[in-house]
């Protein structure tokens, strides 16, 4: 893997998510019935830090869960190096909530299909938006992102690396080639 | 680390890792049981037999739950109204099975060694759910499994193993399971039922049920096997409650959170009494809820290794 570019920096990807919290409460017309869930791993930080900043403008604790999509790939026949089964933990109702689904980088889609079909196992929720730090495009499904923290346009023989301080150590976004 | 296996015979077999990724999946799977839809798509599309060669409905349900709990489709053999009544071969039914596109076989044999020389000649996973007086391992994973929950760890723990250890598979899985992992293992019960060479594992003997207990971080207590008593010597069932039973009196002078596990059915009165069965350290029906996780484990990574060597 050979790095590029440095897409954002620690300060940008602060801005990036505090930008996607005001969205979400000026979408959702504040609050009340709003629960996040990230999907693991970065996408559960991304949603800690989200539901952090929508505290401090809101002075509302919004529910936040996480959520593994293992068993939910539709790739799973076929995974190259066995997926880990992690947890999921969603210990509130989403019936009838407005949710806010969150991951690090969007892509193909599938990660998404997969995460929407294992939210539906849990309930019927009013609505799931979502919301990713990075989108690079080369989408394989119908699926778009209501909060996006960049837009990036890539090739497919590049990488998209999220690197945030809970999991790496720094947090910053790269672009790498692929060798 | 990867799981590489198609099939899971025993934990002699397993290594410390791999007994742990087990158990680490296992946590993951657990939550899926306390969903309102008790149901992932992991292993739809495939397909699971229960053969059962020895009566068991803990074990055989608890497979099945699991299996469909991952959107499996399982089929149950009871063997005494099959072509097994016609004199078939374990390898020829096992066979067929396999010439039915199953993906695993779940197998219970009363021959020690049944699940090993299937596993040989078959290319689809068999899980073994025990054979004969060799190893039952969903059953030591669901109570190591346990233990860890409840104790935080396993490494350094005390572990008392008391009762029909000789007639026992799951004290051999428990055995294999726990010393890899670090514990140590003491197996009680009178002489008879101790069989010769055991140590070897690594466990240590003793038939002072008292002193055991003293030391115990929690006590696996075996279900006397009387069933399996032809002749053979075998205690007087009264007589093992009295100088071995676990007893509120004997717990009252052991380690205060003592855990006490009993893989089941319990002969209330004879391994232990009543009070202790349900009593407050006993974790005997959590063991049967982790029994799904840890089978929805098993059955999850057997069948990704398969598909890995594809």
Redesign the interface.
Same mark, same amino acid.
């Given at each position: 893997m050979k790095e590029k570019a440095k897409i954002l920096d620690q300060e940008g990807i602060n801005r990036a998510i505090m930008r996607i919290a005001h969205e979400i409460i000026e979408k959702n017309k504040g609050v009340s019935g709003l629960c996040i869930v990230g999907i693991r791993n970065r996408g559960v930080y991304l949603a800690e830090r989200i539901a952090d900043c929508i505290k401090k403008i809101e002075s509302a604790n919004i529910p936040t869960g996480a959520l *593994?999509i $293992? #068993?939910?790939r539709d790739d #799973?026949? #076929? =995974?190259s &190096?066995?997926p880990?089964?992690?947890? $999921?933990?969603i210990d509130f109702d989403i019936n009838d909530q407005n949710l806010v689904l969150v991951d690090d980088v969007l892509y193909t889609g599938r990660t998404i299909r997969a995460a929407l *079909? =294992?939210l539906i *196992?849990? &309930?019927r929720p009013k609505s799931i938006q979502l919301a990713v730090l990075v989108d690079r495009g080369h989408r394989e499904l119908p699926i778009r992102a209501d909060f996006v923290g960049k837009n990036i346009p890539t090739s497919n023989k590049e990488s998209v690396e999220v690197h945030l301080q809970e999991s790496d150590g720094s947090d910053e976004v790269l672009i790498a080639e692929k060798e | 680390m990867a799981w590489t296996k198609k099939d899971l015979l025993g934990l002699e077999y397993l290594t410390q890792e791999e007994i742990e990724l087990i158990l680490d999946t296992a946590e993951s799977f657990k939550e899926v049981s306390t969903r309102e839809i008790k149901k992932v798509p992991a292993l739809r599309g495939k397909t699971a037999v229960n053969l059962f060669y020895e009566p068991s409905t803990r074990t055989r349900v608890s497979f099945e739950v699991a299996a469909k709990r991952l959107s499996a489709d399982v089929i149950n053999i009871a063997t005494e109204t099959s072509s097994v009544r016609k004199g078939e071969t374990l390898i020829d039914t096992g066979k067929n099975i396999q010439a039915l596109k199953a993906d695993i076989i779940i197998m219970r044999h009363n021959y020690s060694g049944a699940a090993n020389m299937l596993a040989r000649a078959l290319d689809i996973s068999v899980v073994n759910a025990g054979d004969g007086w060799h190893e039952h391992p969903t059953q030591a994973l669901l109570d190591i499994f346990t233990l860890k929950e409840k104790l935080g760890k396993i490494k350094g723990l005390n572990v008392a193993i008391v009762g029909d250890i000789a007639h026992s598979r799951v004290a051999r899985s428990n055995i294999w399971g726990l010393t890899k992992l670090g514990a140590n293992v003491t197996l009680c019960a009178p002489e008879m039922l101790i069989p010769v060479g055991i140590e070897l594992t690594g466990a240590k003997t003793s038939s002072n049920i008292d002193e055991v207990l003293k030391k115990a971080d929690a006590v696996n207590v075996l279900r006397m096997q009387f069933e399996r008593d032809e002749g053979a010597a075998f205690p007087e069932q009264l007589d093992y409650f009295k100088k071995f039973g676990i007893t509120e009196e004997r717990l009252a002078k052991a380690k205060k959170d003592i855990v006490v596990m009993h893989p089941g059915p319990i002969n209330r009165g004879i391994e232990m009494s009543s009070e202790v069965a349900d009593g407050a350290n006993s974790v005997i029906l959590e063991q049967v809820t982790n029994g799904i996780a840890v089978r929805m484990a098993v059955l999850f990574l057997v069948s990704q290794a398969k598909e890995a060597k594809k």
């Open positions: *593994d $293992t #068993l939910y #799973l026949a #076929l =995974a &190096g066995q880990l089964v992690r947890k $999921t933990e *079909d =294992a *196992d849990f &309930g | -």
